[in-house]
């Protein structure tokens, strides 16, 4: 699969979640709350949020959400912030080995969407069955190094 944008080679390193067996919701709203941040900064808030000590604002799917305190309709998905700190730890090893410095990165870019459906089925009563699938997330990430002045 190709990233949705190409940004410079010589300042950027990739990562790319492929399938990640997460709410695609709760993806772009993590996506939405730490692009621009830098590397040290978004991880710091991912583990926050791992050990609810920060709420994930939620901008969209937020019908009947209840508020957290100082951002409004926010909740804390774990699951979600676990998978992406790994891609972007992943991310911080490209730049590593690339030759750049993961301390001066910034989340430059970071974009999910939907994956496949993993298809599954629940029995019930009278030999009949209901859909039971699991939804998959697809995370990509850049990240650059700062500009500096």
């Not at 997460?22 to 583990?47: D, F, Q, T």
């Not at 496949?116 to 009278?126: L, N, T």
């Not at 030999?127 to 990509?140: F, K």
């Amino acid at each position: 699969m190709k990233y949705s944008i190409e940004l410079d080679p010589e300042k950027t390193a990739k990562a790319y979640g492929r399938e990640l067996h997460c709410s695609p919701k709760a993806c772009e709203n993590i996506a939405r709350a730490i692009k621009g941040m830098s590397v040290k900064e978004a991880k710091k808030y991912l583990e926050d949020v791992i050990n609810f000590k920060r709420a994930i604002p939620y901008k969209t799917h937020n019908t009947e959400r209840a508020h957290k305190k100082g951002i409004g309709p926010g909740a804390y998905p774990q699951k979600a912030c676990k998978l992406i700190l790994k891609v972007i730890e992943n991310a911080e090893n490209n730049a590593e080995y690339k030759g750049l410095n993961p301390e001066n990165m910034y989340i430059a870019h970071i974009s999910t969407y939907k994956g496949r459906i993993i298809r599954g089925f629940m029995p019930r009563a009278f030999g009949r069955a209901t859909a039971w699938n699991e939804r998959t997330t697809n995370v990509e990430i850049i990240i650059a190094e700062k500009e500096e002045e």
